[in-house]
Structure formats: structure tokens, C-alpha cells
């Protein structure tokens, strides 16, 4: 309406404007000038207004119709399918919050502490009885700059789910977070707590950051249940959650239990069903979901407690047992490898691991962790710490794993000592044991004797790789040494391209002489067996790769656009070198 009324004014303004120009058109007259340009200026601020005032009304039309137009992080994980109705100002606050913490902190304070989440259990679950002098539980919640509304719901949930008589308490484990509501404010609301229950709630800070294995101990030192149950602070726990784990602990004091987690998405903050899986890891000992054992399939029934390699990190255990083979390694630094480490002392040291179907856990899974921006370095350190205690003849799968050599690493691993007296004083079993009766589905790596980056003695910068993904065709490509050109030479003389596999049940990429042409490839090693192809080359240290069944070499030549390729050819001396030998070939 607006638009309408100044769109007449304007037109008027025009046609005044034509008209007295056109009667002073020869006037001279100051006064006369003055008034037209007078008219003209006015014309002019119509136009813009009209103009500022439509873009206005467009912006209007386009927030209550389509509110995706103003999306101000297109590109954050955070908004791909949550958040449409915020403001501008939310989403600025949303989306800092979930830099910070890798989960959705807005929509956490604002959904109730205590919310209802699906009962995800198997149905067989909910018939099953428990004794009921089960031992008592000490519940510890370990945390880094978690968020305050997320540790309450925590609280909550434990509170609410676990029978009153069960919980000796709920230990939170602050590993020196720099957030301030996590102290004032936290101590607060555990007073208020403690206040109906005296004691329920402790709160142990560390003086300085220890990482995850130190915060998990310092948990275990504060409690007093019978039962430690040592899990993060951002999880919520389903019902009847703690009676299976007591109950089973009761029958045999030596199992260590994980409960199943279920997925909470980190934008939606919605809790989706995860199955009971074993936990197991990989030679770079990154923990990863596994099969059970083939008995537990057998068995038909999803809801029994499954024997398990390892534990993912979150762990149920009797108390003295825990602290009897040595609670966590406290050598281990930030984030990762305890756990695993966990696995193989508790298999070897008399005990055993069991994933309990009946105990769900909802356990927020974060777009990014806060602990450290890289990972990987204190991954490997531990890596190789773990390897160092318990892997014995097998240790240097964890080097080839991750690509290190044998010897003068130069990474620090920390006095292991103490934990190798502890294994002696246990009289744990050896790792073979572990790798033929607990995880037979971890291939031994036995028949290889070089690993590494592979170079032709022509082209010293040049290193063999996978090629284009997918694809099957291997090429030569300036080093970096990651694990694209990550290769393996094997005592039956095949040769893997581009990683190796830590599992029995997988299978790597072979290098192969399709017979014809010049072009080399890559094929899966156990059908190129199956089928006979011809995977099998001759090959030592500084000299030529020589295909067994056709006497062509691996080779490289420079083609017509002046760069090197690798081919397929009658041999003619050119001699290769693999990074790192195992095994002097
Ligand atoms: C809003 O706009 C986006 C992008 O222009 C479009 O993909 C989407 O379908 C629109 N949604 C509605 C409800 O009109
Ligand atoms: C959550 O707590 C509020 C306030 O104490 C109560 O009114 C509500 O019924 C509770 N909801 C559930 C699901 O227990
Ligand atoms: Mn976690």
C-alpha cells in the first residue's frame, strides 16, 4: 500500500517537475532554478525511498516464508537438520557453543534434565529378574570442559534409573576443565543434591590436565561400592541399566563388564538404537565394533552377555578386582590405548571381558573431541607403550601399523617398568595366548618382512601408490608417505598397495601382472589366489621386482608427457628399495 501511494506521489513529482521545466525552459531566473532543483531533490528521495523500502519488505516476506534464507552457517554440521527456527542471534550462540563442545550445548539447556528416552533393549530384556542383594555400585563420571547441562542430565539419569539401595554414590572426576560453571555453579547444584541424599554426589578436580586413563584412577581411588562403574560425563543411562552388570559380577567377580551404547546424534541430540557388539582394535590399536564369537550367534538370543576382546572405554568391574590387576595404566597420556590395554591385561591376567546386551547407555557421540587438535600423535605414543608391556614377539605390528620403524622410533613411551612387574607379578599369559583363544580374527602380519614407502633407485622422490580411488590401477607419485603408498612385500612375495589389513576376515590389494599391456594393477589378494593370477613377485632389498609367472618387471619409464609411469616390461635392471625391513631379503 505504501509502495502504492509514494509510487503516485513520484509519478506526480515527474510530471510537475516536465511541466515547469518545460514553461522556464529559456528562464534565467534564479528563484525559478532554486524551485526546480528543489522538485528534483525531492523526486530523487521518493525514488531511493521506494527503493530502500521495497529491499525491506523483500527481507520481511523472506524470513517468514522461508527462514533457510538466512541460515548464517550453510556449512556447519551443527545446522544441517536442526535449527531452521532460530534467530540470527541463536544461531551465533548455537554455534559457538558447538565449537566448543562438538555437541548440540544449546539444545541440551534447553531440553529437561530429566527427558524421556526410548527404551531401546532387546524385548527379552524387560522379563529377566535380578537377586536382589545385588553389590553396590559407585557410579564415576569423567569429564574435560563438558557441559554443565549435560553432566546434570547425567546426574539425573543415574539418579533416577539406578535403585536407591544399589548407588553408593556418583563421583564426578573434573580433569582440570577451564570452564567456569563447571565450578561454582556444578558445586551448587551438587549441594542441592546432596541436601535430600548426604554424600551421593563427590567431586574429585585434578591440580593440572592428566588425560583420560589418570581421571578414570583418580575415579576408582574416590570410590568406595563394591562395584565401580567408570563412564563419561556425557551419557544418560536406560532403565534397569545397573542390575544386569551387578547381577553378573556377583555370579563371577573377575569379568569386566561394558554396557551396550546406544548413539546420541550431536545436533539433534536424539538417542538411536545400537545392537550389542564385541569390542575389539585394529594393529594401530584404534578401538572398533567386532563380531562376537560364533557361539553367541549360535545361541539365538540377543540379550546374554557376549565374551568381547576388549572394551571401548567405558567400563563396569568389581572394585578390588580392578584395583588387584592394576586399575588403568596412569603412563598413558590425553586420549587412547588405555582401553585396549585394559582388554589384553584383564584377558591375560585372569580375567575376562563381557559386553552385557540388557545395560544400554546413551552416550553422546561429538562431531569433533576437544581433548587435542591432533590425536593421532598421543595415539601413537600409547600405541606403541601398550605394544612395549604386552605384545611380546607380536610388538612390532603396532610399527608396521602405523608405518614407524622398528627401531629408534624417537618417540618417548615413558618408563614402562612398573607395569612389566605388574604383568610378572600377575603371571600373565603370554600374547599369543590372547591372539588364539580371545581374538583369533587379528591377522599375525607373520609373513611380512618390509613395509613402507616403496622407491625406484631412478626417481628418489617418487614413491609407488594406490592410484586414483576407486580404481585399480597402482602409479608412481611423489612421496608423502601416507598410507596410500603405504606398501607390504610378504614371504609368499606378494606385494599390498596401499595399507594392509589388521583382520583375518579382510583382504588387501595386491600388485599384479595382468599379463598384457604395460599397465600394472591392483586386485584382492584372496580371489587373485583363488583365481591363480599372478601376484607373486621376486623381490630384496635394492634390487629388481620380478613377476614369478610372467618374468615382467615392475619398472618406470618416462612416457611421451615427459613424466615418469609405472609399467609392466622386459627387465632391465631397475632396482627398488622399501622403506623399512622387518627381516633382512
Ligand atoms: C527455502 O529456500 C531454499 C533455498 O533457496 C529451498 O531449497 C527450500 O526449498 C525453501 N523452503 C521452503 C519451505 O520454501
Ligand atoms: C521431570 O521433572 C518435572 C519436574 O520435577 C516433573 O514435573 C516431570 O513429571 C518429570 N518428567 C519425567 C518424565 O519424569
Ligand atoms: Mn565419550
Redesign the pocket.
Known amino acids: 500500500m505504501r509502495i502504492a501511494a509514494r509510487v503516485r506521489v513520484l509519478v506526480i513529482g515527474v510530471i510537475v517537475y516536465i511541466l515547469v521545466y518545460m514553461s522556464f525552459i529559456k528562464s534565467e531566473d534564479p528563484e525559478v532554478l532554486r524551485r526546480l532543483k528543489r522538485i528534483e531533490d525531492q523526486v530523487n528521495k521518493i525514488a531511493i525511498e521506494i527503493k530502500n523500502q521495497k529491499v525491506r519488505e523483500a527481507v520481511v516476506e523472506h524470513k517468514i516464508t522461508n527462514k533457510t534464507e538466512v541460515k548464517k552457517y550453510p556449512k556447519s554440521l551443527l545446522f544441517k537438520s536442526w535449527g531452521t527456527e532460530l534467530t540470527e542471534e541463536e544461531q551465533m550462540e548455537a554455534e559457538r557453543q558447538f565449537q566448543q563442545f562438538g555437541y548440540n550445548v544449546f539444545l541440551s539447556n534447553r531440553l529437561?534434565l530429566?527427558?524421556?528416552i526410548p527404551d531401546t533393549r532387546d524385548i527379552r530384556c524387560a522379563t529377566k529378574s535380578y537377586p536382589k542383594d545385588l553389590p553396590t555400585i559407585s557410579v564415576i563420571l569423567i569429564y574435560f570442559n563438558e557441559a554443565l547441562s549435560v553432566i546434570k542430565r547425567a546426574i539425573h539419569s543415574i539418579t533416577?534409573k539406578t535403585p536407591a539401595h544399589l548407588l553408593k554414590e556418583i563421583i564426578l572426576v573434573d580433569d582440570y576443565s577451564s570452564f567456569e560453571d563447571l565450578q561454582l555453579a556444578l558445586d551448587e547444584y551438587i549441594d542441592l543434591f546432596n541436601k535430600d541424599n548426604p554424600g551421593l554426589i563427590k567431586k574429585v578436580r585434578h591440580k593440572r590436565h592428566m588425560g583420560l586413563a589418570k581421571a578414570r584412577v583418580s575415579g576408582w581411588e574416590e570410590a568406595t561400592g563394591q562395584v565401580v562403574a567408570i563412564l563419561d560425563a556425557h551419557i544418560e543411562v536406560h532403565k534397569e541399566w545397573a542390575e544386569p552388570l551387578l547381577a553378573r559380577i556377583k555370579a563371577d567377580r573377575t569379568v569386566v563388564l561394558s554396557p551396550v551404547f546406544d548413539k546420541v546424534l550431536f545436533d539433534t541430540l536424539e538417542v538411536k538404537k545400537y545392537n550389542a557388539r564385541a569390542h575389539a582394535f585394529d594393529w594401530n590399536l584404534w578401538c572398533m565394533y567386532e563380531s562376537f564369537r560364533p557361539e553367541w550367534y549360535k545361541n539365538k538370543d540377543p540379550s546374554e552377555p557376549g565374551k568381547s576382546p576388549s572394551v571401548m572405554g567405558i567400563l563396569v568391574a568389581e572394585r578390588q578386582f580392578l584395583g588387584e590387576i592394576g586399575v588403568l595404566d596412569e603412563g598413558m597420556t590425553i586420549y587412547g590405548g588405555e582401553n585396549v590395554e585394559l582388554g589384553i591385561r584383564v584377558w591375560l591376567c585372569g580375567g575376562s571381558i563381557e559386553v552385557v546386551p540388557c545395560s544400554k547407555i546413551a552416550h553422546i557421540e561429538r562431531a569433533h573431541k576437544p581433548y587435542s587438535p591432533d590425536l593421532r600423535k598421543p595415539m601413537i605414543r600409547n600405541a606403541l607403550r601398550v605394544a612395549e608391556i604386552w605384545l611380546d614377539e607380536y610388538k612390532s605390528n603396532v610399527n608396521i601399523a602405523w608405518n614407524l620403524p622398528l627401531k629408534n622410533h624417537g618417540l618417548d613411551i615413558g618408563d614402562v617398568s612398573e607395569r612389566k612387574q605388574l604383568r610378572n607379578k600377575l603371571k600373565c599369559k603370554p600374547f599369543k595366548w590372547y591372539l588364539e583363544n580371545v581374538y583369533p580374527l587379528l591377522d599375525t602380519w607373520k609373513d611380512i618382512i618390509g613395509y613402507g614407502a616403496l622407491n625406484n633407485d631412478l626417481k628418489e622422490k617418487f614413491c609407488v601408490d594406490q592410484g586414483p580411488v576407486p580404481g585399480s590401477v597402482p602409479i608412481l607419485y611423489g612421496c608423502h608417505y601416507y598410507k596410500p603408498q603405504h606398501c607390504y612385500y610378504n614371504r609368499n612375495g606378494e606385494i599390498y598397495i596401499g595399507g594392509i589389513k589388521s583382520h583375518t576376515y579382510n583382504s588387501n590389494r595386491c600388485l599384479m601382472d595382468p599379463g598384457s599391456g604395460k599397465t600394472p594393477a591392483l586386485h584382492d589378494c584372496k580371489n587373485a589366489k583363488v583365481k591363480g593370477l599372478s601376484i607373486y613377485w621376486d623381490f630384496s632389498q635394492g634390487n629388481a621386482i620380478k613377476n614369478r609367472n610372467t618374468n615382467r618387471c615392475l619398472e618406470i619409464s618416462q612416457g611421451e608427457d615427459s613424466y615418469y609411469h609405472l609399467i609392466l616390461q622386459t627387465c632391465t635392471g631397475q632396482k627398488w628399495t622399501i622403506q623399512h625391513v622387518i627381516k633382512d631379503f
Open positions: 529437561p530429566n527427558r524421556t533416577d
